[in-house]
């Protein structure tokens, strides 16, 4: 039971680590896009400038994905 | 690298400076400087910018109706311009350039006046079919639709028609029409409406002919269209009208087709000598556009630029074999004069790194006198796309996408680039999956059964070197050594890091800007420092001694950091260390990969143990998911590659350039 009660534990806390990373990730792409967007529309050419900062935000899910792996390796542990 | 570049000035007498304006044309390696701005803040009037010649303005005009009109004939007879041969065009390039423009313009009349001679009336009569073809084809269902109503009608003396073309979207006006006609006719009318097609429908409204003027008159108000036939179809009973419509629209595109094989001759003729004619057009234009961009005095004319050092020679040979001592071209210094900020850059690395030069087209050149980075991607970006894919079946597939890309689109720099660089990461791609042993996933591990089931339904990999504890093993499942990866990422992430902070060094030095060379040395300092204290926690038997240096580095970069850029450099100092975590994407992207296909192929592997349908579905799941994953793995590793270098790599030290090298030069009938 006490087992059983850890590893809930852990994959809550990993689903937790990799669901609001990914929220936040979701929440910062969806103005860098709509503000990108617009700016392309003016300026065509900075469509490259526009993939890049759409990417900076996915470092948090990215991290949020690192640290989601090393809780759900703490059940072994 | 960057090339090295020579700022040059050229002073001559005026009355050869058209002349010299050519010669610089043709040896096309002089990036012009607009001289304008300069002058305007000269206090000595006696300079001033260069204008045409007012003769010369006249052949402007002139050039550019003819390059209208040269336009309009390519245009209407569309050559397949790619397919023309280069050196036919540049012959015919040659035969028509005179260095005297109304030479020039007088070969381009004839030509042209050749070209309408043999075109005008077919072109026309071309147009003519068109129209009559199109509107034909407008008539001919909507008098299919009225035609059995209208031939009753015709069989009644007292009855008239009018027939009508509607929107579809607007139909319900019928409604309002059909009360309207009847409160004019006294009731004596009918509507009757089919639809064409998706768009209009087609009315006939039938009535007693005593009212047709007041129908016509109602109707020439409202905003709706009558079907007016041609004048010689609409006398004609309206079966005899259907049948010739018919007949015309079988006949046209015969006739079109004939004066089509006329036109593809006379394409054939001219194409090349049109073509040649658009890009001498271009080159003459573009040099008359050049001039106010020079300056004059009374009697001489200056004109300044950039080039490369290796083209100085060639560039004052030619000068002084024209003009001898009436054109004198002088080197000035870029040091002395602080002018290497506005020199345009042209960058000349091995033709492997010119591939990578992809970067530029998302960013500036590097700024002239800075190191050109180009190497460090070239290096970097397969080793990180490679890193993060790492699968022999999935590189292999993106090595032969990115190699047919590159060999099939030679004429598109981007796309070739593009192939070529995905070639290059597919090859680094295999590499990795050889070191993890991955191929589509874990089937390879599968197959070879290095994957054991154990009793808690686990998965766990039976290593041929080593064990999951070693550093040193193989296969390096990504999945198992994790741990180890994310501290091999953060080494990978230190070096490349590091690689950029010491370019930001190098360029401190070069430009003698001692604080932004501390600024940078100062992060690094505090980068190598963290490192070493974050060293602990990857190895137990690492010095306690080297944590305390580490500390030590940590806070005397911060120093650094502080001496070099103020509170600014102390915050960058902090903050750069920390982006070093944004290398743990290396395993992290490939983990969400390799996690991917092994989920297709349990899937896959469920299906096939139910028999035929099973073995079909479990195909179909595991073509689906690995294509969509090798469809990933293209985009999300490029992107991210990219962005390490631009955001943690570059942005450590790269200075955009201000101009990129844009010689002045012909097209030599290749525009």
């Known amino acids: 039971m006490e087992e059983a009660v850890k590893i809930g534990m852990i994959a809550i806390s990993a689903a937790l680590a990799i669901g609001l990373s990914a929220i936040a990730t979701a929440m910062a792409q969806s103005r860098i896009g709509a503000a990108m967007a617009g700016a392309i529309a003016e300026r065509p050419e900075l469509v490259g400038s526009a993939i890049i900062l759409v990417a900076i935000p996915e470092t948090m899910v990215i991290l949020g994905f690192v640290v989601a792996f090393i809780i759900t390796g703490l059940k072994e542990g | 690298m960057i090339e090295r570049m020579a700022k040059v000035e050229i002073l001559g007498l005026k009355d050869v400076a058209i002349d010299a304006i050519d010669v610089i044309h043709d040896l096309g390696t002089l990036h012009i400087e607009d001289l304008s701005e300069r002058v305007g803040q000269m206090e000595n009037k006696r300079v001033t910018r260069m204008e045409m010649d007012p003769k010369f303005a006249?052949?402007?005009?002139?050039?550019?109706?003819?390059?209208?009109?040269?336009?309009?004939?390519?245009?209407?007879?569309?050559?397949?311009?790619?397919?023309?041969?280069?050196?036919?065009?540049?012959?015919?390039?040659?035969?028509?350039?005179?260095?005297?423009?109304?030479?020039?313009?007088?070969?381009?009349?004839?030509?042209?006046?050749?070209?309408?001679?043999?075109?005008?009336?077919?072109?026309?009569?071309?147009?003519?079919?068109?129209?009559?073809?199109?509107?034909?084809?407008?008539?001919?269902?909507?008098?299919?639709?009225?035609?059995?109503?209208?031939?009753?009608?015709?069989?009644?003396?007292?009855?008239?028609?009018?027939?009508?073309?509607?929107?579809?979207?607007?139909?319900?006006?019928?409604?309002?029409?059909?009360?309207?006609?009847?409160?004019?006719?006294?009731?004596?009318?009918?509507?009757?409406?089919?639809?064409?097609?998706?768009?209009?429908?087609?009315?006939?409204?039938?009535?007693?002919?005593?009212?047709?003027?007041?129908?016509h008159d109602f109707l020439a108000v409202q905003d709706v269209n009558q079907v007016r036939l041609p004048s010689d179809l609409a006398k004609k009973p309206i079966d005899e009208a259907v049948a010739e419509v018919r007949a015309r629209i079988a006949q046209i595109p015969a006739e079109l087709d004939e004066i089509d094989s006329k036109l593809s001759q006379v394409t054939e003729k001219y194409s090349v000598k049109l073509v040649a004619s658009r890009n001498a057009i271009h080159d003459r234009l573009e040099a008359m556009d050049a001039v106010p961009n020079f300056a004059q005095t009374d009697q001489v004319f200056i004109i300044s630029g950039w080039l490369p050092e290796s083209e100085v020679p060639a560039m004052e040979g030619a000068l002084t074999e024209k003009f001898g001592s009436k054109v004198v071209m002088t080197v000035t210094d870029i040091r002395e004069e602080h002018d290497a900020e506005e020199a345009p850059v042209t960058l000349r690395n091995i033709p492997f790194v010119r591939y990578f030069e992809i970067i530029y087209m998302l960013n500036k050149y590097p700024r002239y006198g800075t190191v050109d980075p180009t190497v460090v991607f070239a290096i970097f970006?397969?080793?990180?796309?490679?890193?993060?894919?790492?699968?022999?079946?999935?590189?292999?597939?993106?090595?032969?996408?990115?190699?047919?890309?590159?060999?099939?689109?030679?004429?598109?720099?981007?796309?070739?680039?593009?192939?070529?660089?995905?070639?290059?990461?597919?090859?680094?791609?295999?590499?990795?999956?050889?070191?993890?042993?991955?191929?589509?996933?874990?089937?390879?591990?599968?197959?070879?059964?290095?994957?054991?089931?154990?009793?808690?339904?686990?998965?766990?990999?039976?290593?041929?070197?080593?064990?999951?504890?070693?550093?040193?093993?193989?296969?390096?499942?990504?999945?198992?050594?994790?741990?180890?990866?994310?501290?091999?990422?953060?080494?990978?992430?230190?070096?490349?890091?590091?690689?950029?902070?010491?370019?930001?060094?190098?360029?401190?030095?070069?430009?003698?800007?001692?604080?932004?060379?501390?600024?940078k040395g100062g992060l690094l300092v505090c980068l190598t420092g963290f490192m070493l204290v974050l060293g602990k926690f990857g190895f137990e038997w690492w010095p306690s001694a080297l944590i305390i240096v580490g500390a030590l580095m940590f806070i005397g970069g911060i120093v650094m950091g502080g001496i070099g850029a103020g509170m600014g450099g102390v915050v960058e100092s902090v903050v750069g260390v920390g982006n070093i975590f944004s290398y743990a994407r290396l395993i992290a992207i490939g983990l969400a990969s390799v996690i991917m296909a092994n989920v297709a192929n349990d899937l896959a592997g469920e299906q096939f143990k139910s028999g035929i349908v099973g073995v079909v579905i479990g195909v179909l799941v595991l073509v689906l998911l690995h294509a969509l994953n090798i469809v990933i793995g293209m985009f999300s590793p490029s992107i991210h590659a990219l962005r390490l270098h631009l955001v943690e790599s570059f942005g450590k030290f790269f200075e955009p350039a201000k101009y990129r090298y844009e010689p002045f030069r012909k097209t030599g009938g290749e525009e």
């Not at chain 2, 397949?80 to 423009?101: F, G, H, M, P, T």
């Not at chain 2, 509607?166 to 409604?175: C, D, G, H, M, V």
């Not at chain 2, 009318?189 to 429908?201: F, M, R």
């Not at chain 2, 091999?488 to 010491?502: E, K, S």
């Open chain 2, 58 to 215: 006249d052949h402007e005009a002139t050039l550019n109706n003819l390059r209208s009109k040269v336009g309009d004939m390519i245009r209407e007879l569309s050559p397949d311009v790619d397919e023309l041969s280069q050196e036919d065009i540049r012959r015919e390039y040659k035969a028509l350039w005179s260095d005297n423009v109304e030479t020039m313009i007088a070969r381009m009349e004839k030509m042209l006046s050749e070209v309408e001679r043999d075109t005008r009336d077919t072109v026309d009569r071309k147009a003519d079919l068109m129209v009559e073809l199109s509107r034909l084809e407008k008539y001919a269902p909507i008098m299919s639709k009225v035609q059995p109503l209208a031939e009753r009608v015709a069989r009644m003396q007292d009855m008239a028609s009018i027939a009508l073309i509607i929107e579809r979207k607007y139909k319900a006006i019928l409604n309002y029409l059909n009360e309207e006609i009847s409160k004019l006719t006294d009731g004596e009318c009918e509507i009757v409406a089919s639809d064409v097609d998706e768009e209009s429908t087609a009315a006939l409204i039938v009535f007693n002919r005593r009212y047709l003027k007041q129908v």
């Open chain 2, 381 to 519: 970006f397969p080793i990180f796309f490679g890193l993060m894919v790492g699968d022999m079946g999935y590189g292999l597939i993106i090595m032969i996408l990115g190699w047919i890309v590159h060999r099939k689109m030679a004429d598109k720099p981007l796309a070739n680039m593009a192939g070529f660089v995905m070639t290059v990461g597919g090859a680094f791609a295999i590499f990795f999956g050889a070191l993890y042993l991955e191929f589509f996933g874990n089937a390879l591990m599968k197959w070879l059964g290095l994957i054991e089931e154990t009793a808690s339904g686990a998965e766990e990999v039976k290593y041929l070197i080593g064990s999951s504890e070693s550093i040193i093993r193989y296969p390096m499942d990504r999945l198992e050594g994790f741990t180890l990866f994310l501290g091999i990422c953060l080494i990978i992430g230190f070096i490349h890091m590091g690689i950029g902070l010491v370019i930001g060094i190098v360029n401190g030095i070069r430009e003698k800007n001692t604080k932004h060379a501390l600024e």
